[in-house]
T-cell receptor
């Protein structure tokens, strides 16, 4: 049972335009969501996050939107740049005991290609 | 360099070999994780160590054996692996508060022949 899904394996956009990456989740206990970016031969790097008490979080060119009723979140990148080309992973976590490690459940990833 | 170092970066091993993957973090985090990334699949959580104690084992076969001697080091001992175990193995560290994300290492690309 995959609790976090990214239904688009790939996305291609033109430089300067908006990139929209989507993510759906099924577990209503998830209350914290993150996006990670991964270049080839590197580990994922943290990009932006959002708590379930918010519906939007913005950081420069990156904005994450959360729709709790639809169990859907999206990452907007505007304007898109060729250096944004990477695999983007959506991740979610649910509250646990303070002494336990937090656990992130990841989606399959979406390969974004930004064409010059 | 992200603060989480994994060695080796690449490893080719036979099905009868024994090898170990190493992960080291100097970020002061108190939790460490092993993830497996196979082609076109989500990152799969394998093991969680919190405060040097294993708190989760996600039904991982016994041919994978983790070890966390202290809060800065994490190992994954491998023996009698199968070709389908070939994947990118990622180590991550983090804090136990839910609001923190992980810091990942660059991973070890494992090929079992």
């Amino acid at each position: 049972d995959q609790q976090v899904k990214q239904n688009s394996p790939s996305l291609s956009v033109q430089e300067g335009r908006i990139s929209i990456l989507n993510c759906d989740y099924t577990n209503s206990m998830f209350d914290y969501f993150l996006w990670y970016k991964k270049y080839p031969a590197e580990g994922p790097t943290f990009l932006i996050s959002i708590s379930s008490i918010k519906d939007k979080n913005e950081d420069g060119r990156f904005t994450v939107f959360l729709n709790k009723s639809a169990k859907h979140l999206s990452l907007h990148i505007v304007p898109s740049q060729p250096g944004d080309s990477a695999v983007y992973f959506c991740a979610a976590s649910a509250r646990g005991r303070e002494t336990s490690g937090s656990r992130l459940t990841f989606g399959e990833g979406t390969q974004l290609t930004v064409n010059p | 360099e992200t603060g989480v170092t994994q060695t080796p970066r690449h490893l080719v091993m036979g099905m009868t070999n024994k090898k170990s993957l190493k992960c080291e973090q100097h970020l002061g985090h108190n939790a460490m994780y092993w993830y497996k990334q196979s082609a076109k699949k989500p990152l799969e959580l394998m093991f969680v160590y919190s405060l040097e104690e294993r708190v989760e084992n996600n039904s991982v076969p016994s041919r994978f054996s983790p070890e966390c001697p202290n809060s800065s080091h994490l190992f994954l001992h491998l023996h009698t692996l199968q070709p389908e175990d070939s994947a990118l193995y990622l180590c991550a560290s983090g804090q136990t508060r839910e609001s923190d994300g992980y810091t990942f290492g660059s991973g070890t690309r494992l090929t079992v022949v």
